[in-house]
């Protein structure tokens, strides 16, 4: 009886000197910048951080744990911690290192991350959500100065995401036009992708974002005055470019012109007295000289021939490259524009449940084409009941006039066209807390949508709905 009692005196006492079991002391929590980064950060004693509650769409393209020992920011000049841990260590550029590819919604075990062998957690700066690809932090937290005091660390305030601006409110003196058009955001973007301050691209990128008017065709709010005018000052440049050009050759030919007939004047003089002499010279050595030319000329002709082949080869191999090179840039410059247009993804809300029938979920816009029901709960006795999407020009409430059906089975692909709402649909089963996609018909955009219903053709009845902004 005694051991037993002692025992569980231990085992409280070993509690009360580990409050939290697993983790030693709270640090701080993430703050998010891009992709709903979330979660309270501890420490493990000197060369493991546990993350707890931990949030990430998993939509980033290159993204990994990153850690600092110096700096006051997140940089490009980090230390991979790699997650899941198998006992490697990578070098950030190493292109095999595991990435960030899975979703995480806070639900899962706390992560734990673990230093290499030459850094403790008191020679932490930062840890960040870093995107490599882009080098920019999608969430972070920079370590308050470490003391060995028992006391809990202030939480970082959580920085929502900006709201995304409403489309279409261009000012008086502003057009909608392509983000590539406009000369102020041409110029950002270049920026963007050239600059080495995590700062400075998520600056630009927030401006951006402000004057975003049309997502769907990737435009922006541009000031009219300072299009025109660049667009005028480069006609202008090219003009005056144009007429120097034309002055300069003129004045080129007019002395030419003096230069050559002068020259032809003394020619024609020289010319004559050494006409007679070179016509018997030339006589006697036309013979000799037609052989030789047949010679060289067949020579020549083959050795033209093998250039012009290996120049070939070499122009092929050199636009394969060029090509190349230029393929991998525009699929990295229009990920980011894709990027500042949506944010993809981003949660569009919930869904609200209006009729007897079960009905739950959230609803997240993948890319612009794409939707994504997460935790999705549907009781499935609807008995004609499918996904109906309205666009811009539907009414508020979702109906059947305005409506465009999507259907979706579990068991059956669907082909990929805009049906109408006489067209045979089938009908939606029972759901329990599933995650799918759907894509939206062609044509239609994310930007387009006003709302999306679980709707029943047979009572005309929304079962229930979700709203976009």
């Known amino acids: 009886m005694k051991s037993s009692i002692g025992l569980t005196a231990l085992v409280v006492s070993l509690m009360c000197i580990s409050p939290i079991f697993g983790k030693d002391k709270l640090l701080g929590a993430f703050k998010n910048n891009f992709h709903d980064i979330a979660g309270d950060i501890y420490s493990k004693g000197d060369n493991q951080l546990v993350i707890e509650g931990f949030t990430y769409d998993g939509q980033g393209p290159d993204a990994f744990f990153w850690v600092g020992t110096k700096g006051k920011e997140p940089s490009s000049d ?14 950030n550029g190493d292109r095999s290192a595991p990435v960030l590819s899975q979703r995480f919604d806070g639900s899962q075990n706390d992560l734990v991350l673990t230093l290499p062998d030459d850094i403790e957690v008191k020679d932490l700066k930062w840890i960040s959500i870093w995107c490599r690809r882009f080098e920019l932090t999608f969430g972070d937290f920079v370590f308050q100065e470490h003391s060995d005091g028992e006391d809990e660390a202030p939480r970082q305030e959580v920085v929502k995401p900006q709201k995304k601006p409403q489309k279409g409110l261009c ?12 000369p102020y955001t041409k110029k950002l ?9 995590r700062a400075e691209k998520n600056n630009m990128i927030a401006e951006m974002r402000k004057l975003v008017c049309k997502p769907s065709d990737r435009s922006v709010c541009c000031d009219i005055e300072g299009y ?11 003009e005056s470019e144009a007429e120097a050009e034309g002055d300069h050759e003129e004045s080129d030919a007019e002395a030419e012109g003096d230069h050559e007939e002068s020259d032809a004047e003394a020619e024609g003089d020289h010319e004559d007295s050494e006409a007679e002499a070179e016509g018997d010279h030339e006589e006697s050595d036309a013979e000799a000289e037609g052989d030789h030319e047949d010679s060289e000329a067949e020579a020549e002709g083959d050795h033209e021939e093998s250039d012009a082949e290996a120049e070939g080869d070499h122009e092929d191999s050199e636009a394969e490259a060029e090509g190349s090179d230029h393929d991998d840039q525009n699929k990295i410059t229009n990920s980011l524009v894709s990027h500042i247009m949506y944010d993809f993804p981003h949660k569009v809300g919930i869904i609200t449940q209006l009729a007897e029938h079960p009905l739950a979920g ?22 004609d009941a499918f996904f109906m999407i309205g666009t811009h020009d ?9 409506g465009i059906p999507i259907p979706y089975s579990k068991d059956k692909l669907q082909i990929q066209k805009l049906y109408d709402i006489n067209d045979e649909i089938p009908k939606l089963t029972a759901f329990k807390n599933e995650e ?3 894509t939206l018909p062609p044509g239609i955009h994310v930007s387009d949508l006003k709302w999306l219903s679980v709707y029943c053709r047979q ?4 079962f229930g709905n979700v709203k976009f902004e």
Request: net charge negative; glycine share 8%.
């Open 78 to 91: 980090g230390i991979i911690l790699p997650h899941p841990f198998e006992g490697k260590f990578y070098d």
């Open 189 to 197: 973007l270049t920026r963007v992708l050239s600059s080495s301050s």
């Open 171 to 182: 000012k008086s003196n502003q057009e909608c036009i392509k983000l590539r058009d406009c």
């Open 228 to 238: 025109e005018e660049e667009a005028v000052a480069e006609g202008d440049n090219e």
């Open 394 to 402: 539907a009414d508020e409430k979702p109906n059947l006039d305005d």
């Open 436 to 438: 799918f996609k759907i």
């Open 459 to 462: 009572y005309t009845k929304d």
């Open 362 to 383: 959230e609803l997240w816009a993948v890319d612009e084409d794409t939707l994504e029901f997460r935790k999705f709960t549907y009781g499935g006795k609807g008995p």
